[in-house]
């Protein structure tokens, strides 16, 4: 029979627990293996308040269901045992017996590592002793300032990114050639749609059940580490998506985790959640944020990411956001409890890890998301502008001849623009369902939407707020995307789109390497209309300006027709060079060269000079101010 005992000294550890204020939740609960003068041993704890017997079944006992009984600790919620001799890697489960006698078998909540799908057992594994060598990058972060540095970030599934035949590339694999390729392009950083361990492949990982295990779907946490490990030794920062809201019924998970609504809403049509086939955490119980805000802080701590993505925002702060009749007493319909527990996950990151950051996927005018909390705010870091989105991707579908009937689809979000810290994301939600491809929204025929693709990024990049750009969107990939399917890259054989890719390797070097894009990203005083009423032309032009007031003229043209000798005022008798311009050849449109354009002393707009520019149809064009050839005033 294995041996096992009790160990039961953990007032301090229980009692943060259950004031929901034991962030290093993960290193209590779950299995961790610790050794003394007598040897090895793995502790397992479980909290399971409503269980009338826990047992641990798995490879150390031959999954007998009656050997290794749990014992609870004095505060009548969490068993626990004591193993020696367990091995790395071992699978195990909680045999859980339910007041009501049903048995259920249960994965571990704070498992650090799973069996691989379609198994649900967690695994023993040692989360400690990767050796690190990312310090370098750790230190700059923490001296960075997050909202005034570039972002540009690819999303990524890597189910889906790139394959070896049928099988996925693991976590090293990836550590090549995913870097490999986001250094080619010039990103800032990558974002991981969720490596939390999931069932279900057709969920892209959005329904957890293992909120602190690495899906082992590519290898091992530690395979993990290293991924990363290398993507910070490449100047690479890592954003991982979060989903706090809600979680899948699997038997195995959480639902119903000792017979009784644990981790769900007491109340089933509140633990319900319709839209996604799922079950909402009930942010009213201590213990269910510690457990959230733990998790939180351990994929910060542990695996040294950079910044999480907090999934489905809307969903968690509004009751009736899923289109249930949910109400306050009072008549109000934001969650409270839920609120709450934002304030505190964000107040709580900033405090522990500094330098890091959160970015809500919140789809409504909530105000002041990216407000600090003591400004009555949500204290997230950056949220993502789906109003900017919803209205380019309308305007680029329209056929080019009515889009002057909606001018203001173009410049409307300049509005709000400033009300938040934005990422504007073109992210896999866009190119699935019936969506179409980026690509494939433009219309016109093929050469048009490649042009029409590179004025639209271009737009993208010139706007204020960050940038999300997901797979495939960057070479043209005609196909939506398929979850079971690797991204297209046969279609790099095609000139077209090999020119797109150097066009987006381009205009992200360029966006790294002019402040002027992203210094003041958030402020009215990095932006200036120079000619936004040209509607009848589907014109527009604006100008980007850094701290130090230089600037970026940017200007759109959104019709097939050339616009020659086009007035636009500038503020110096100069010269003014074209820094780069969508329609070059090397990128796929017809212009060899760009020529330098000379200031008269004409006014314009407000300016005391002008320039009268050729703008290409379809396309994107930046000038600046050229210091090294500048003209005297006459």
Sequence with gaps: MKEYFYQENHETDLYLFHEGNNNNLYNFLGSHIYSNEEGSFTSFLVWAPNAKYVNLVGDFNDWDDYSLPLKKLNDGEIWEICLKDVKIFDSYKYRIVTKDSEILYKADPFAFHSELRPKTASKVYDIEGYKWNDARWLNKRKKTDKVHRPMSIYEVNLSSWRKHGENYLSYIQLADELVKYLKEMNYTHVEFMPLMEHPFDGSWGYQLTGFFAATSRFGCPKDLMYLIDKLHQNDIGIIMDWVPAHFCRDDFGLRKFDGNNLFEQSNQYLADNDQWGTLNFDFSKKEVVNFLISSALFWFKYYHIDGLRVDAVAYMIYLNFSGKDIKNEDGSVENKEAIEFIKKLNQTIKSEVPGVFVIAEESTSWPNVTKPVEENGLGFDFKWNMGWMNDIIKYMKLDPIYRKNHHNLLTFSIMYAFNENYILPFSHDEVVHMKNSMIGKMPGAYDEKFDQIRLLYSFMFAHPGKKLLFMGN???????????????????????????????????????????????DSSYSGFQWEDVNNSNESLIIFERINSKNEKIICIFNFTPVLRKNYPVGVDDYALYSVVLNSSMKKYGGNLNRNKPYYSKNIKHNDREFSISVDIEPFSAMFIKLNKLRNINKK
């Design 474 to 520: 960057d070479i043209g990939q005609f196909d939506e995307w398929n979850e079971y399917k690797e991204i297209t890259w046969e279609v790099l054989e095609y000139e077209k789109h090999q020119k797109l890719k150097q066009f987006m390797s381009d205009l992200n070097k360029f966006y790294k390497t002019n402040d002027e894009f992203y210094d003041l």
